[in-house]
């Protein structure tokens, strides 16, 4: 590295890093106030449904009714969506840790796959069309 480009970096300034926080935290809030919800919501009412997975549906029913404003979590869900590939790690890790498992089961699971995955592509593509019929 020669002398210019140790020169061309530029140390951020507390004020840019305080603003960056003073935007990104709330919207961390936001996002972990819907997921504590869907938790609270799963654990009182024994669903089989993930608590993350209530959060989600009422965080997406608060920005469609307004409650919410895309604004106010736009930068840091797209932040997670970018960095989505980092999530499945953990249970890429479990998977392996239960291969035995996999291979006493491998027809079930695919058979499963296969059939989940037709359904998803199905409700996907009727909210698409219904969504469309809206607008």
Known sequence: MDKNERNSYKKPKMSDISTKMKSTLPQIGILLLFWLIGEIINYLTNSTI???IIGMVLLTISLEIKLIKLHQVEKTADF???????FFIPPGVGLMVHLELIADNWLAILVATIL????????TAL???IGRKKE
């Open 80 to 86: 997670l969506i970018r960095n989505m590939a980092f």
């Open 116 to 123: 989940s995955t037709i359904l998803v592509l199905g409700v």
């Open 50 to 52: 993930p608590g993350s």
């Open 127 to 129: 909210t698409s069309q």
